[in-house]
Each structure stands twice: as C-alpha cells, then as structure tokens.
C-alpha cells in the first residue's frame, strides 16, 4: 500500500465569497472578499478577478481598508495573524502574528496602529466566550512582526462581525449579544448596558441580530429576530434612553448600514429585499427586490456611489446607488445539502451540480467562475419558511453531452409525491440545454437512481431510471410518430421488477452491453438490446447501496458497496472474485483508467483508497482527507495529463479527483508534478522578463506611480501607425534612398580602389575580427534607426 508523500489535499476553487463583508476600494474600482484561505480582488465593472491575496495558512475572516492608507488592505484569519496587502498588485507588505484565532476585526482611523479583534481568550475554559482585544502594531520594518501590547476591551461579545461597530468615527463602540445591548466610550473609558425582554407582547422575538452605528450622530441601529429595527438615541446616560422601531421585514434582519453621509440606512434579510430608509424621514423607503438568495451583508463603498450585498448562495451583487443592480459576482452555490450526484460536463469541462433553489449550475473549476445556471422547475421561488416547493434531486448526463436528465419533486403534507422527469437536449446555437420532454408521474414513488447509456449495437440513447415503486424502466429517443416538423422524444420502453424487492442503484458497463440493477441484496445483470435477464448474483448480507462497472482491462469486474463491505464480482465466472470490510460512501471509477476511488468512513473521518479491481493491493491509500463523511466525489479529466514518474501520484496523471465534504468544502488533490510545473512556468515568466528589461520594471513599478494605461497605450499604437496620406512621400522617400545607396555604393568602390596596399592589409585585419554585414541587412540596420522610439523615451521620462 503506498501512502501519501508528494500528494496534498487542497482546498480548490468554489471557495465561499460570502463567508464576510465584502469591502469595496476608495476609489469604487474593486472589490476585495475573504474566501476560503485567501482574498480575492474583483473588479467591479468587469466581475473578474484580478488578484488572490494567498499566504494565510487558516480560513480568512474578515477584510479592511487600512484607515491611513486607501491602496493597502487589512486581513484576519484563523491562522492567527493579521496580515497587510498591497491590493493593487497583489503583495504581501507585513504578517503580524497575534497568537490567537481571529474571528473577526475592526479599525478606526480615530485609533492609529491599532486593530481591535475578538478572539477566543485561553483563560476561558468553562465556556468559550469571546473578547474585543485592542491590539497595538508595533512599528518596525520587518516584514514579519509579533504583536506584544493586547488589552481587552469587551467580554462575552458576539464573533459575529455584524454584532460590533464603531459609533461616530470611533469615538464609541457599540456590541449586541443575545438580548443585551453595551455601549463602550472610550475617553470616559465607561460602557452602559440596555437589555429587553425575550419576547414582547405580541409575541415577537427581540433577541439582537446585528448592529450599526450612525457616521455623525449619536445613533444606533439594531435589527432583531423578529423583523424589526430600533434606533437607539441618548445612550450615554443609562436611564434616560430612547428608541424607535421601524418594521418591514417579515423575518430576522441580517444586516444593517449607514451610507457615509448618514443620509439613508440600508437593511436586508430572509426576502432578498434591499431596503434604503431615509434618515428622521423613516416613513419613506425605497426597495430593489428580488437580489437573488436571503441577504447576509450589506456593505456601502466610501464615496456611497456603490451598494454591495452579499447572498446565501454566494453571490455579491453590486448595486448603483440603490438604483440597479450594475454587476453580479456568483461563486460556488452551496446549500444546505446537494442531492444531485458532482457531474462533469465534457464539452465545457464543468463541475454540474445543485445551484439555487430550482436550478443545476455549471461552475468552471479552471476558471473559477459560474458559467451559467440552468433554471430546471422553471418557477419563482418563494423565500418563505415550511414551504414546500420544487427542488431537483437527482440529474444525469450522457456520456456524448447531447443530453440531460433531471427529476424534481415536492413533498405536500396532505397530497401525493409530485414527482417530474424532464429530459433535455443540449442546443448548438445557444450552447445550453433545452427542454424536449417532460414526463409527470414517471414512478409511483421517489426515484432512487439513474443513468445513461448509448449501445454499442444501436443508435439509440437509453435512459433507465430505478425507483421505490419496485420497478426499474428503461427510456428511448424515439423518433416522432406523426409530422415531420417535431423532434425525436422519450417514451417508456421496458419496465421491470424483481420478486417485489426495491431496486436501489444501477449502472451501465462501459461498451452499453450490460446493465446492473441492485435490488437490495440482490444485483441483477440484464442484457439492454433484448432486456433479457442474464444472470444474478449474489453476496453477504447487506443492501447494495452502489454499483460501479470497471474499465478498460478491468470492464470484467462489477463493484458494489454495502453498509460494512465493498465487494467485487467476476462477470466471466459470475461468482465474488473479492470482498473486504469497510464503509464506503462513495466509490467513483476514472473514466480515462481503471483506477477507481472509493472513501471510506471510520472514527469520525474519512479515508482515501485508490485501486484496481484487477490487483488486491491499493495504488494509494490516504487517511483522514477531511473530518466527517464525504458527501459526492467525481473524477474530472485533464486537459493535459501529467508526466509523474512517482508510483503514489501516477493515479492522478490523466485524471484529478474532485470530492465534496460534509460542511460543503469543495477539495482536490495537488501533486508535487503540478507544483513543479507551476515553479517552472513562474521561472520562465522571470527568464522572460529578464531578457526584457523595460517590461520587467513596468510590471514591477506599483500601478498607482505608473501613469494610466490609454495614456501608455496611445503613445504605443501611434509609434505603430502608418499614415495613408503619407504613402506618396515615403515611395518617394524610399526611392531617394535607393538612389543615395547606389551613390555611396559607387563612392565606397571609387575609395577602395584609391586605397595603399597598407591600408588594405589593415582593413583586412579589422573585417577579420568583425563580419561585414551584407547590402540587405545594412538596408535593415538603417531602417531600424528611422523608427519612431519616442513613446518609449516618453514613457521613461515620465
């Protein structure tokens, strides 16, 4: 068995983007977010990513402009240090190692060098109960630094970032947790504390879910569980304050913020509404609705031309001054759970996978972005809790990508299932699917699995779905029956059962000339070109909860898992060839080798085992690749495969292994071969840049000491351009020169011939030494110095 040595496990791209508050420049040109281990840069009229700040070892949490400089930004992490970025280049400036998790931090430019975090202090060991620490950033020049001076401010606050803000540019700092709300002034050094009741009497819910403070006056806005907003005046003095409520939301308020000005206060929750109050003129409201998933922050850019919210299916939206919406950020859509199995789509090399309520995404895990979302129920989705409503559970795609098969259902407390099959076909002209058949009813219960297959002996795709009911059936393209202008659809074309047992998986052989259905301790192998049955075959006790054909030299075996066991059948002796005792949750088989993978779980984590149904010993085995079960797992082929001569990693060559954890983190598999390469690369861009001095120090002058780039590119176009007017004069100009040539040609021979045999001698000696350049590359030569250089000598001197 060989163990892990040059394989890591890595987080990959479909990291959460709303994890924290976005953070949008001075400037409003870019956006910058946590996601994941590092930080991303955004650009806010294009959506793509310009840089990722990476050099955090833990999840990041939290982001801020440093207050005394707009171009550098602040990070905090798990890790436990803070970190300081030049954002518009993408370079790490300080690491000041507190010691500690941050969960989350904030900055005043009232409180220079210094950062206030909550933390997890080590001297709380009944419970673990957070502090604001004031922490002071010592001033030295090394890039690496150590924080000494820490003095707690709060005790027993809320981790939550929306729970903590600075009131009046810092001179106060106002902390919400559970139902209390303090108020810390920092020169009297004096917090007061208000608190309310549970409940109130109209049974509403007034626990405290975020704060903000108003820029200029002595304002706070809480917003609590049950909808409601309180501002809240005269707080210095304990028993004298006031408050008003302000009501819209339905459900608890995640998030709330004063514009810059403090002219408008912005609130969002469970219903995707943006809502914007107008300041003292509360009865006014303006609101942009339908943004997509609940609202989970709310952040304003400094100069309040741009809106920004951040959505629970990990989205950023940003919005032009609560008027529209002007770009849209998507990340990854995780919910709650993915019913549907990790798909690749071949043709774009997608990762298919639930998206939003209602729709499949297909997520470029090359490029890190959402390509587009496939709306599958095609109905409005209602934010509304206890609702029962559409959602797709289960989706295939055939092996060719010209078709996908997805089942919705609905769960009705007083009603039947309500279950759909639909059947799309992938449209040239568009390069998306559309839907050619809609089945109701397909089953008479939930339907447990499906697959595609396209025979070796028939033209026809076939679809077969498994299901509660009992039975299995199997679905053809059929040509249409009556008129030529409609396309080929889906009808049921077999249906069987086995001795009323029900069937819970099936699986196609990789040539479409056999077919397995499991009916619980039972596999079954049918023949799909006359659905004869060939044969069973059996296997300790245990329902079948998964069947995997092999491949290529390995397409005599069929695998299958159960509750305690994985198990291997020889399909030419139709007998059990091998079985070992362990959990699999899932097995996938590599479409491009005959390794199949198969995760087990034990002990609280899952393991890794690589290996070929041929051989009993495993390619590789990998223990703990994350805590908790592995949900789904796919192998995604590569567009270039790699050269690794290591016997652990020869697994990963032509294909990478994509797997799903339990808190929906999206992992994979690096190889100490795609490092070096990556190095190699890097080193040729330096080789590159080295050879090109001018360029080199272009990309690494900072872009704000640079001057702008039309104003670089114009000069470089223009030494380019050839006037067309000019043509006449330069065939003139050309002409000229080929008559001044001949003259110096005819006087350069008139001078040789004039010369001593001395001198001869010598300009032998001297053309020895240096080759003479011939008529045409002297022509060149003269030419090469008529060009226009000036843009460059512009570009220098500036």
């Given amino acids: ?117 909550v933390a997890s202090m080590p001297s709380d060991k009944r419970a673990e109960r957070f502090q604001l620490v004031a922490v002071h950033l010592p001033q030295s020049g090394d890039q690496m630094v150590e924080a000494q001076e820490l003095s707690a401010v709060l005790s027993g606050v809320n981790p939550n970032p929306a729970a903590i803000a600075f009131g009046r540019g810092g001179e106060f700092i106002a ?41 200029k006056d002595d304002c706070i806005a809480t917003g609590h569980e049950d909808g409601k907003i309180r501002l809240w005046r005269n707080f210095n003095h304990k028993k004298e304050y006031t408050y008003s409520t302000l009501h819209w939301h339905h459900s608890a308020v995640s998030s709330l913020c004063f514009t810059p000005e403090g002219t408008n206060l912005l609130s969002g929750g469970v219903e995707s509404v943006l809502i914007q109050w107008r300041y003292n003129q509360e009865s006014e409201q303006d609101f942009l609705p339908r943004l997509g998933g609940a609202i989970t ?56 996978l639930n998206g939003k309520p209602g729709h499949l995404q297909f997520y470029s895990l090359q490029r890190d972005k959402l390509l587009y979302n496939l709306d599958i129920v095609q109905q409005e989705y209602i934010h509304e809790s206890g609702l029962q409503q559409f959602e797709v559970v289960k989706a295939a795609l055939d092996a060719s990508d010209s078709w996908l ?9 007083a009603a039947e299932l309500e279950l759909n099959l639909k059947l799309w076909a992938f449209d040239e002209q568009t390069q998306s699917f559309v ?44 040509a249409p029956a009556h008129t030529e202008d409609e396309g080929p659809s889906w009808l049921c074309d077999f249906v069987s059962a086995y001795h009323g047992l029900v069937p819970e998986c099936c699986s196609f052989s990789a040539d479409g000339s056999l077919l397995a259905v499991a009916f619980q301790e039972v596999v079954t192998v049918w023949s799909p070109s006359t659905w004869e049955l060939l044969t069973t075959l059996s296997q300790p006790p245990g329902a079948v909860s998964d069947l995997c054909f092999g491949r290529l030299s390995c397409s005599k ?28 949750r899932r097995l996938v088989a590599d479409p491009l080798s005959e390794n199949m993978a198969a995760f087990c779980y034990q002990s609280g984590s899952t393991d890794l ?155 032998a000696a001297t053309e020895s030494d240096t080759p003479a350049l011939t008529k045409a590359q002297a022509r060149e030569l003269r030419r090469v110095r008529k060009l226009d250089h000036s843009w460059l000598a512009g570009l220098l001197d500036s």
Wanted: glycine share 4%; charged share 20%; hydrophobic share 35%.
């Fill in 175 to 215: 902390s919400v947790n559970d139902l209390q709300l303090e108020v810390y002034f920092f020169k009297k050094q004096k917090s007061f504390r208000f608190f309310l009741k549970e409940d109130n009497k109209k049974g509403g819910w007034n626990t405290f879910t975020c704060v903000a403070c108003h820029p």
């Fill in 435 to 478: 839907l050619n058949t809609t089945i109701s009813a397909p089953h008479d219960a939930q339907i447990t699995a499906m697959c595609f297959c396209q025979p070796a002996d028939s033209q026809t795709t076939l679809l077969v779905s498994t299901s509660k009911d009992g039975h299995f059936k199997a679905w053809q393209l059929a």
């Fill in 609 to 763: 085992f690589v290996f070929k149904p041929s051989e009993p010993r495993p390619l590789f085995s990998h223990k703990a690749v994350c805590s908790g079960k592995v949900t789904q797992a796919v192998f995604a082929p590569r567009e270039e495969m790699l050269e690794s001569c290591e016997e652990s990693s020869q697994w990963l060559n032509r294909s990478q292994l994509y797997f799903l954890t339990q808190q929906m983190d999206l992992m994979t598999f690096t190889t100490k071969a795609e490092e070096d390469r990556l190095l190699a690369s890097s080193k040729q861009t330096s080789l590159l840049l080295l050879f090109f001095p001018f360029f080199s120090q272009l990309l690494q002058t900072p872009a704000h000491v640079l001057p702008s780039t039309s104003y670089l590119c114009s000069m470089f176009v223009q030494s380019l351009l050839i006037s067309v007017s000019d043509a006449r004069e330069e065939k003139a100009h050309a002409e000229e020169e080929m008559e001044s040539e001949k003259e110096e040609e005819d006087s350069e021979e008139e001078m040789e011939s004039s010369r001593s045999k001395p001198e001869l001698a010598a300009a």
């Fill in 297 to 352: 922050h709310i952040t304003v850019s400094p100069d309040g031309s741009l809106f920004c919210t951040s959505h629970s299916d990990n989205k950023i939206t940003i919005i032009q001054s609560c008027v529209k919406v002007s770009a849209v950020i998507q990340g990854l859509v995780k919910g709650d759970s993915i019913r549907t199995d990790l798909m690749m789509d071949p043709r774009s090399k997608a990762l298919v």
């Fill in 557 to 584: 075996y069929l695998l299958g898992t159960t509750a305690s066991n994985l198990l291997c059948w020889n399909l030419l002796t139709c007998s059990l060839e091998w079985t070992t005792s362990m959990d699999v």
């Fill in 1 to 117: 068995m060989v163990e892990h040595g040059d394989i890591r496990v890595v987080h990959c791209g479909g990291s959460k983007i709303n994890f924290r508050d976005p953070v949008i420049t001075h400037d409003s040109r870019f956006l910058l977010c946590a996601s994941g281990e590092a930080v991303k840069v955004f650009s806010t009229s294009t959506e793509e990513c310009i840089h990722e700040l990476r050099g955090h070892t833990g999840l990041v949490t939290g982001v801020l402009l440093r207050p005394s400089n707009h171009l550098q930004v602040y990070s905090s992490s798990l890790d436990g240090t803070l970190r300081l970025w030049d954002f518009t280049d993408g370079i790490l400036i300080k690491t000041c190692v507190i010691g500690y998790p941050i969960y989350s931090f904030y900055a005043s430019a009232k409180h220079e060098n210094v950062i206030f975090i």
């Fill in 405 to 413: 098969a997805t089942v919705e259902e609905r769960h009705q407390k």
